[in-house]
């Protein structure tokens, strides 16, 4: 059974830092693209971010362009979203996603389609 955990979620002012993790068991994140989503409240969900596993790319969306990134630790089979000057526009519940097959193009897009394994979420806050 597949099983994608994110921690890591909190509150933090604005212009803070926060590393989300995403710890998976049952699937080995080292050889699949990875995404990281989130929604707000009110808001439809949307692409953050995404390692991709076929050209090591990490794509970002322009709103967290050049203030988010992702990594992996395969020994540890974790995926780590840092995100750094976080601003109130960036609090919503944070998910990590993955699959059997996700597509340059869609890791690339920050698509959400075709993902096979989805976490709960971690909320994130950003608020003085």
């Known amino acids: 059974q597949v099983q994608l955990v994110e921690s890591g979620g909190g509150l933090v002012q604005p212009g803070g830092s926060l590393t989300l993790s995403c710890a998976s068991s049952g699937f080995s994140l080292q050889y699949y693209s990875v995404g990281w989503f989130r929604q707000a409240p009110g808001k439809e969900r949307e692409g953050v971010a995404c390692?991709?596993?076929?050209?090591?790319?990490?794509y970002t969306a322009d709103p967290v362009k050049g203030r988010f990134t992702v990594s992996k630790d395969n020994a540890q089979n974790t995926v780590y979203l840092q995100m750094n000057d976080l601003t109130p526009e960036d609090t919503a519940v944070y998910y990590c996603?993955?699959?059997?097959?996700?597509?340059?193009?869609?890791?690339?897009?920050?698509?959400?389609?075709?993902?096979?394994?989805w976490g709960r979420g971690t909320q994130v806050t950003v608020s003085s």
């Open positions: 390692i991709s596993n076929s050209d090591g790319i990490v």
């Open positions: 996603a993955t699959g059997d097959y996700i597509p340059t193009l869609t890791c690339a897009t920050l698509d959400d389609v075709g993902y096979d394994y």
